[in-house]
């Protein structure tokens, strides 16, 4: 997660809880010389640019070279905002050759807070663009800007007729949701759950229809009303079609005279996404070439090497005071859309990665997942995995310097670029960040998974994890509450965390597995987090790891005294989860009154804890929840669309990402498929989100758009989730032993 601008972000939540005022009248036109009838002034642009006046319009060569759209912008200051009035904005524009621009009216300086951000697709004969937006604050001197740089060749902008102006109604957006039937449109086990979703006004009991592809019904019954679900504001009715055991390809359902998406009914059907899924790291991928073959449309150079425009990874120096070294830390993977890499999220991806491994180990092989490291003799996942690890050891703090053993957070560029920025061409500093407690036990922990796992396959490697872990652990202890500054937002997320209780607790649980020695034994029975309840309704994530320990502890063979109550809390947890499944509407295991960022990978991990107690029960409850709950992330919603790449009729694809962004370069691909997005958001933190979802209920508070960063952006621990629980449900019903 990005967590661009916090200051900015932070401003938009305070608006989103404060009523507007009523609309002020319509206001004169606000634009001076919108129509360059006088020349160019009052516009400006950047010192790349020259105004001029071609056929009435105002015109600029934009040069070629440049890394961020702000590198080249025309724009016009000094234009009057009043707070709750509803502003129509308009122009036409062109470009040669066709480009995607980005149009702005914003705060003239730091942290620049933008009121509309939009991109408009300008094509070579022109054409006349309309946006409207409520201004959040009042403001004497907004800009308007035309951020026109980020291209590798030159092209001509041309520009007429922009205004602004106020009175205008709100803009109503209205997402397409298609048939009201909603469906899990890649499909259902032959052997697990089948429900549906069919939202309507009816309160009473319909009747459904299954039909096959050949439109034949080849089952029905009547629907259960369940009434108004909250998350979405729906009336609805639930189909159950689980008897049906017979496999075919698009199936759809009808019921109240709409019918479904298609969908299949198939074994296997979490075969691919488990791969997919997976392969998602190898083009997050820092400090390494991504080869075209391998991954054909997604080739790139490496990122972030040294090599121009790239200052490089490969000595790093810290933030201005922060340390008098250099660090190499290339490699491991891209944290989301950004540049930057932080510790404590890919703790968490590398962990989930090595746990999916460590559940079922001959499920993954050698080849995988088509990686360059494929044919070596080592599962693809390990190798993978072992390309972030590589990193995570490299944030660690040299033996003879202040605070020897410790982690630094994250490391990233000076600041913010835009997008798209292909890693390789970005030309920003890079920083290492203060050491934090939070990276420090998070590279504890995956040093201490890594040693045991990587035993068989590489010792020396296995041995530098254990001997990192060891430093790591005694360096936290000395250093317990060294936390990352909530403030350090510009450039990269901030990832603050002020208790870290549950990180010890984590590294502690690991340590404790691969050494059984006495210390960490002791330290996790002492723990409030050993026997407290940890299994919070919105689930888990990088900032609350204390779930990974207890898991692990429950799963991996180990000796520690009570163990088998540690087993116990672990179904506890399952059965609050199943609860709160069984009682939601669309069948959900996640349902607090208004939705986290990344809501997608929250219910994924709940479904983690449902998937363990299967596998240390046996009963058919708790895999039958989690495949359920699989139906809600690809398709079975409010928006009735998949939060998967390349997953279902309709998917999300333009998510937030400085290369895989087609939505603005139409030269680049969009996500590679098997890629979550992060799902609805009410806090809606990001101008566009802002703009058109303002007053959405949970479920609607989404928007598949690459600009929309606090709803629909992609990372390595949404997918880490992702993957495991895909491997979970493609390994039909196998449960692993557990000693």
């Avoid at 950047?46 to 105002?58: A, I, Y």
């Avoid at 290369?659 to 498929?673: F, G, V």
């Amino acid at each position: 997660m990005t967590g661009r601008r916090a200051a900015a972000a932070a401003l938009f939540l305070t608006i989103a809880l404060t009523p507007a005022p009523a609309q002020a009248a319509e206001g004169p036109e606000q634009i001076v010389n919108g129509t360059f009838d006088t020349g160019t002034a009052p516009w400006w642009g950047t010192g790349n640019l020259t105004l001029e006046v071609d056929d009435g319009r105002l015109c600029a060569d934009i040069p070629g070279g440049t890394a961020n759209p702000w590198d080249a912008i025309i724009g016009q200051d000094n234009l009057p905002l009043v707070e709750g009035e509803t502003y129509a904005y308009t122009f036409a524009a062109s470009a040669t050759p066709a480009k995607v621009g980005r149009a702005l009216i914003q705060l003239p300086v730091d942290p620049w807070t933008q009121y509309l951000s939009a991109a408009p697709e300008l094509s070579v004969s022109g054409n006349v663009y309309s946006y409207t937006f409520t201004a959040p604050v009042t403001l004497p001197n907004a800009q308007v800007a035309f951020q026109l740089g980020g291209s590798a060749d030159p092209w001509r902008f041309c520009m007429d007729d922009v205004s602004l102006k106020g009175g205008a109604e709100p803009e109503v957006y209205e997402p397409d949701t298609g048939p009201r039937v909603r469906v899990n449109m890649v499909g259902y086990l032959p052997s697990g759950p089948k429900k549906a979703t069919l939202v309507t006004a009816e309160t009473t009991a319909l009747k459904w229809q299954l039909k096959n592809a050949g439109g034949r019904t080849v089952a029905g019954g009547v629907t259960e009303p369940r009434g108004v679900d909250a998350s979405s504001g729906q009336n609805v009715q639930t189909i159950d079609f689980g008897s049906y055991p017979k496999p075919g390809r698009g199936y759809t359902l009808v019921a109240d005279g709409e019918t479904s998406r298609p969908f299949d009914i198939a074994a296997g059907l979490y075969d691919e996404l488990r791969v997919d899924a997976l392969k998602f790291y190898y083009t997050q991928r820092s400090g390494i070439e991504i080869r075209d073959e391998l991954r054909p449309g997604y080739g790139r150079p490496a990122g972030h090497l040294g090599v121009a425009p790239n200052q490089g990874d490969t000595s790093v120096p810290c933030q201005p005071g922060g340390c008098d070294y250099t660090l190499d830390v290339k490699g491991g993977w891209y944290d989301a859309g950004d540049h930057g890499k932080y510790v404590v999220n890919g703790g968490i991806s590398v962990h989930q990665l090595m746990s999916a491994y460590e559940r079922d180990r001959g499920a993954f092989g050698d080849g995988m997942l088509r990686i360059p490291e494929s044919g070596n003799g080592v599962p693809d996942v390990l190798d993978e995995a072992r390309w972030e690890q590589e990193f995570l050891l490299s944030m660690q703090v040299p033996q003879g310097r202040p605070l020897a053993g410790m982690a630094h957070h994250k490391i990233h560029d000076a600041a913010w670029t835009g997008l798209p920025l292909l890693p390789h061409l970005d030309p920003q500093p890079r920083e290492l960040h203060p050491p934090s407690t939070a990276a420090t036990l998070n590279l504890a922990a995956t040093a201490a998974q890594a040693a045991r796992l990587y035993a068989r396959y590489d010792a020396a490697f296995a041995a530098r994890n254990l001997q990192a872990a060891r430093r790591a652990w005694a360096a936290a202890k000395a250093n317990p509450a060294l936390y990352a500054d909530p403030n350090d937002g510009v450039g990269g997320g901030a990832y603050s965390d002020g208790d870290v209780s549950d990180e010890f607790y984590w590294a502690a649980a690991e340590l404790f597995i691969t050494t059984g020695e006495k210390e960490f034994a002791q330290f996790v029975l002492a723990s409030p987090h050993h026997t407290g309840d940890i299994w919070r309704d919105r689930g888990f994530d990088w900032g609350n790891t204390a779930q990974l320990g207890r898991l692990d502890l429950a799963t991996v063979p180990n000796s520690l005294p009570g163990r088998s109550q540690v087993r116990r809390s672990v179904v506890e947890g399952a059965d609050k989860y199943l609860a709160i499944q069984r009682a939601h509407p669309y069948g959900m295991p996640y349902d607090p009154p208004d939705y986290d960022w990344g809501s997608n990978n929250l219910i994924l991990n709940n479904m983690v804890v449902m998937a363990t107690a299967y596998d240390l029960t046996g009963k058919e409850r708790y895999r039958a929840a989690v495949r359920e709950g699989m139906d809600y992330i690809l398709g079975r919603n409010a928006l009735n669309q998949s939060y998967v790449t390349g997953y279902g009729e309709v998917a999300s694809r333009n998510q937030h990402s400085r290369w895989y962004a087609r939505q603005l370069d139409p030269a680049l691909p969009n996500p590679p498929r098997g890629t979550l997005a992060g799902g609805p958001n009410s806090a809606i933190q990001d101008p566009l989100a802002q703009r058109l979802l303002r007053g959405c209920k949970p479920q609607f508070c989404y928007i598949d758009h690459i600009e929309s960063w606090a709803t629909n952006e992609l990372t390595i621990n949404w997918n880490s989730p992702l993957a495991w629980i895909s491997a979970f449900l493609a390994d039909d019903g196998k449960r692993p032993r557990h000693g």
